[in-house]
């Protein structure tokens, strides 16, 4: 399972970062996902399960469901695959948010793929960090638009 990590500083406070991060209805807007689905809502109607298909470059498409946990004081969430098809056969992370003093808030995004196709492991890596430094400059753009 490949891993990577990226963070970037938004110009916003960590309540709009958290609330974009949790529009999964809206991320067909704004990140690299044709569908999704909420499944399934927990307390304060968060989302626990949501389903998910992508289509990875080169390699095809594929869906999952991950199960989201929710950090106290929404300073980060987490995800485990509950299920997967395609290309990608377990997808594991989390984001965790820190309020900084002048008002923004830094975000730390760690992903871990394992994929359902054979590919080099120089690829993988690669694909894994820029999957993450696409993910948060598209998450950035999203809450500073507002």
Excluded: C
């Excluded at 704004?30 to 304060?44: F, I, T």
């Excluded at 929404?74 to 984001?95: H, M, N, P, V």
């Amino acid at each position: 399972m490949e891993h990577a990590e990226g963070s970037i500083v938004i110009d916003a406070p960590l309540e709009d970062v958290i609330e974009v991060i949790e529009n999964y209805e809206a991320y067909p807007e704004w990140a690299d996902v044709q569908k999704v689905e909420v499944r399934q809502r927990g307390e304060g109607d968060r989302a626990t399960e949501v389903a998910f298909e992508v289509d990875v470059p080169v390699m095809g498409k594929a869906s999952y469901t991950l199960s989201y946990i929710y950090a106290a004081g929404d300073t980060g969430l987490s995800w485990t695959t509950k299920e997967a098809r395609g290309t990608i056969r377990d997808i594991r992370g989390e984001y965790l948010l820190t309020d900084l003093p002048d008002g923004g808030t830094k975000v730390v995004y760690r992903l871990a793929v394992e994929l359902g196709v054979l590919v080099p492991g120089f690829l993988r890596t690669e694909g894994a960090k820029r999957v993450i430094e696409n993910a948060l400059e598209r998450l950035k753009r999203r809450v500073e638009m507002g």
